[in-house]
């Protein structure tokens, strides 16, 4: 069998401030023996962002398409060099191409590699998928999405049939007319069936319509109770669908039987509105809801839902980013949610051998607003990364650490010292407790207790205890505050033979608020 080779060439890397995924690019419907290879490039330590160029050498097999942050190398026909981008502790980039392979080759993961380059480790996957296609909207029968999914839990079960065959994708191509909302609603009658198969993709960006957001509604109002999509999978990937007006949750996952973690993805999917990005259609509990899992959650629009927009309990090494939580996908529609935007509940550390195991969650970069109680709600001080996100209008404090809207985080948060402008330039002082990353953020306005959220997120620096930014900006009448996260390394005892990581990710709320002079 040959094999694909896969070159990665991790040099070069250069910082960037703020990271966006890029579009997967459309896949033709495939047949015969054209496949889609998928290759997800992981980080896997706490790191800031990079760009790194990547190599891919095709071997002899037909490209038939390649993403559009690639090109075909001018000397080698079977090579193809690519730019991607890698966030800290997430899964950060995908590259999709569609080859024609001879009919012997064996579609599956070609390996699992992992490279290890100074601090940093890269973990790459390529992948072969074999689709399931939706060609109607209908309830049920053949070429429904109930079907789609009835097939996937009988033919994708078990790991040994992803490492024979690939793991499955339930795609769509539904046939015109285009109804004039310009997307398809799937509204079914009864709850759909659970997902089940070992390793899944449900991936509405392979329905070709102009639309520009999320071609497929489920659309729940039909439901007398249940989830829109509930997953018990391995690893479960739900790209470009709107979810919403289901009884319970848009999207529900909890581990299989005898696992202790489901990894989920859920990108670009509009969770409690429809596919406008604005126009309510709330979910009865929440938009996203998910039991022991990891992953990454990201360009999402969470609004509109009754209860929290989306409730992580017992995660590990999921990255909540880029999302808008409570507003809508413009940017100023403000359905908020009915509770908190983001709510996670993470006991105190478990344990391996006596020895605290640390749970890796960072939450960046998100806009959370309009929500009607906290922006981000954590049940204690455990383990997280939080930083750059915007929080405002939110009833509730900006990050709530111990539901109790008074503090409850294990590090205290930093101290404005001075804020004052001179000549163009506002310049902050402060200090942090420990040697950590501070971000910093202005606001127009006090709450009523004195507080403030975090409008604008207006730059971040290494601080160790004491910090001075300096933003070329006039921020006189607006108020300052700070929020940090720290990386610390933990101590395994002497009589302990285990693997424990040493590093643990602390953050703070907002620091109580100074005006500029």
């Not at 339930?170 to 009864?190: E, N, Q, V």
Request: charged share 20%; proline share 6%; with cysteine.
């Amino acid at each position: 069998m040959r094999r694909l080779a896969i070159a990665l060439l991790l040099f070069a890397a250069s910082i960037r401030a703020d990271v966006r995924p890029r579009a997967i690019p459309p896949r033709a419907i495939e047949t015969g023996n054209v496949k889609t290879w998928r290759f997800v490039l992981v980080n896997d330590a706490p790191v800031a962002e990079q760009r790194v160029p990547v190599t891919f050498s095709i071997s002899n097999d037909e490209l038939l398409s390649i993403p559009a942050n690639c090109e075909r190398s001018a000397t080698r026909h079977d090579e193809v060099r690519c730019v991607v981008d890698i966030g800290a502790s997430s899964i950060s980039s995908e590259l999709t191409f569609t080859i024609r392979t001879s009919t012997s080759l064996k579609f599956g993961r070609f390996g699992a590699a992992v490279t290890t380059i100074g601090s940093k480790s890269w973990r790459d996957e390529a992948i072969l998928a074999r689709d399931f296609v939706v060609t109607n909207v209908a309830d049920s029968g053949a070429g429904s999405l109930r079907a789609a999914i009835e097939q996937v839990n009988e033919q994708c079960a078990t790991n040994s049939d992803v490492s024979r065959d690939g793991p499955c994708r339930i795609s769509f191509a539904i046939d015109a007319p285009l109804p004039a909302s310009g997307w398809y609603t799937i509204a079914p009658k009864t709850p759909l069936p659970a997902l089940t198969a070992y390793d899944v993709t449900i991936d509405g960006s392979t329905q070709a319509n102009d639309f520009g957001a999320p071609k497929i509604m489920l659309d729940g109002r039909d439901v007398q109770g249940g989830h829109g999509l509930e997953l018990h999978c391995s690893r479960a990937d739900i790209i470009d669908v709107a979810i919403g007006s289901f009884p319970q949750n848009g999207i529900f996952a909890i581990p299989r039987p005898s696992a202790i973690y489901t990894g989920v993805t859920v990108r670009r999917a509009w969770l409690g509105v429809d596919p406008t990005g604005v126009q309510s259609a709330p979910n009865g509990w929440r938009g996203l809801q998910t039991y022991r899992s990891y992953g990454t959650i990201a360009d999402n629009v969470i609004a509109a839902n009754r209860r929290a927009g989306a409730f992580f309990a017992h995660a590990s090494e999921l990255t909540i980013r880029d999302n808008f939580v409570g507003l809508g996908a413009d940017g100023k529609t403000p359905p908020g949610n009915g509770a908190s935007g983001v709510f996670i509940d993470v006991p105190l550390p478990e344990t391996y051998a006596q020895v605290p195991v640390p749970v890796y969650l960072t939450v960046r970069d998100n806009v959370v607003a309009y929500n009607a109680q906290a922006g981000l709600s954590v049940t204690n001080g455990s383990e997280l990364a939080i930083g750059a996100n915007r929080f405002f209008n939110n009833a509730g404090a900006a990050i709530d650490f111990g539901l109790n809207g008074r503090g409850g985080a294990i590090e205290p948060a930093p101290a404005i010292r001075a804020a004052t402008y001179a000549n163009g330039v506002t310049t902050i002082e402060g200090t942090a407790g420990r040697s950590s990353t501070v971000f910093l953020y202005a606001s127009g306005q006090l709450k009523a207790d004195g507080s403030v959220e975090a409008e604008q997120f207006i730059g971040q620096l290494s601080a160790g205890p004491a910090f001075t930014l300096a933003v070329p900006r006039d921020l006189r009448g607006l108020y300052i505050s700070a929020s940090s996260s720290a990386i610390t390394v933990g101590q395994i005892p002497s009589s302990c033979l285990c693997d424990v990581p040493k590093q643990h990710l602390l953050s703070t709320e907002l620091s109580a608020p100074r005006r500029v002079d």
